[in-house]
């Protein structure tokens, strides 16, 4: 049994309903396959399974129904055709970019991605002879200076982690298409609801599920999503014998988050948006960088490609790494992590963690400054948030 949406439903009606598919029994909340393999009537059934003349399932590493049902949710969201969960984010990427890449290819990274997206384009392709650029991928022209004739993949992340900066994936999608390159967007720090990189020309859209879209810090998980043609031709046996997916169970984890994942971001953005217009007036802070907010230095670019803000803040305080782990220190709601995307509000400081491995050259050239942090806003009330960051600046002495 399953349920077939009669019409286009809106996105928070789709991610309660679609994807759903019964078992005999009725259930009303999806069924957690917790099953490594499938059985089969007759010696018969087994031959059809594995000519594909039966489209059931054969083993849980290629497909599992209820991973399917998180893809197909996902799918109706994104307005994807096609979508693979995989076992974290990095395994998305990876399986992502290595997948369609061989020795002698050229692949276009922007420089301002996540650390272990970085590792994989900057030193992991190179080992396998793969040609790489990585580039300040705001400035439009650096895309287009770098494409080659072997150009395979662009890869591209925003807003970018952690200081929220943004391109224009319509315009990087127009250069990857005029090269024949395929451009893939980690969505992460967008979320699925306030960017849709496949509408604007990506080809191919990852995310790290362990953020939003599980949105209470428990499993971690990952998502690819293109066009049927994509998956099938380039991702599918790939990802079948290499074994990145995402396990049945927290693939269920997943599917019952998403029904809850547009109440929680719309609340989560508010409560940002609230703290960003706070902080922009405080003395002790040099800047504020939100998107939504007007002064965000590529507001234009947003307004395109952005149909809402985010949950996500980056600020800059003007005593520089001494106020920041004073104001860090003084919170009592917000806590200390490098994770993002929670029911529980987090705080970052990228220069001395999840930034720290990167030259003090290459800081620099990301605006990644002594006095920048970086918060992910939950779910807590707004006002309790506010007074929390209230108190907490008058500790910086
Ligand atoms: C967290 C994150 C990843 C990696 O995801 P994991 O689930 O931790 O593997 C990739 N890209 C971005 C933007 C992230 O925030």
Redesign the pocket.
């Known amino acids: 049994m399953t349920d077939k949406p009669k019409r286009n439903f809106r996105p928070a009606t789709q991610l309660v309903h679609a994807g759903t598919e019964r078992s005999p029994f009725g259930e009303t909340s999806e069924a957690l396959f917790l099953t490594q393999g499938f059985v089969y009537e007759n010696a018969e059934a087994a031959v059809a399974r594995f000519n594909g003349e039966d489209p059931g399932f054969i083993y849980s590493r290629y497909a599992n129904p209820t991973t399917n049902m998180f893809e197909k949710r996902m799918c109706a969201l994104e307005g994807a055709e096609e979508a693979r969960a995989t076992a974290?984010?990095?395994?998305?990427?990876a399986a992502a970019i290595l997948c369609q890449v061989k020795a002698g290819d050229h692949v276009i990274s922007a420089r301002a991605?996540?650390g272990?997206?970085n590792y994989i384009v900057e030193t992991l392709l190179p080992r396998y002879g793969v040609e790489i650029s990585i580039i300040d991928g705001s400035k439009l022209e650096n895309w287009q200076a770098a494409t080659r004739p072997n150009t395979k993949v662009m890869f591209l992340?925003s807003p970018?982690?952690p200081t929220l900066e943004v391109i224009d994936i319509a315009k990087v999608a127009e250069i990857a298409n005029s090269v024949g390159a395929k451009l893939i967007v980690?969505n992460?720090?967008a979320t699925p609801l306030f960017q849709k990189p496949l509408q604007l020309g990506a080809h191919i859209v990852?995310y790290?599920?362990?953020?939003h879209i599980d949105g209470q810090g428990r499993c971690?998980?990952?998502l690819v999503l293109s066009d049927r043609e994509w998956i099938e031709n380039e991702f599918q046996e790939y990802f079948r014998h290499t074994g990145p997916g995402l396990s049945p169970f927290n693939s269920w984890i997943m599917l019952k988050s998403l029904e809850t994942m547009p109440v929680r971001i719309k609340q989560q953005a508010h409560s940002a948006r609230a703290l960003a217009d706070f902080l922009a007036e405080q003395n002790a802070v040099s800047k504020v960088i939100y998107p939504g907010r007007a002064d965000h230095p590529q507001a234009d670019i947003i307004a395109r490609q952005m149909s809402g803000g985010s949950t996500m803040i980056a600020l800059e305080l003007k005593g520089g790494r001494k106020a920041a782990f004073e104001f860090e220190n003084a919170l009592e709601v917000i806590r200390i992590s490098n994770?993002?995307?929670d029911a529980k509000s987090l705080i970052t400081h990228p220069a001395t963690t999840t930034h720290k491995n990167l030259t003090d050259e290459a800081r620099l050239e990301q605006n990644i400054s002594e006095g920048l942090l970086r918060l992910s806003v939950g779910l807590e009330d707004t006002d309790d948030l506010l007074e929390d960051v209230a108190e907490a600046l008058k500790a910086i002495k």
């Not at 790290?208 to 953020?211: C, H, I, Q, R």
């Open positions: 974290s984010g990095m395994a998305a990427v991605v996540f272990s997206c992340e970018s982690n980690d992460v720090f990852v790290s599920a362990t953020k971690l998980g990952g994770n993002l995307g």
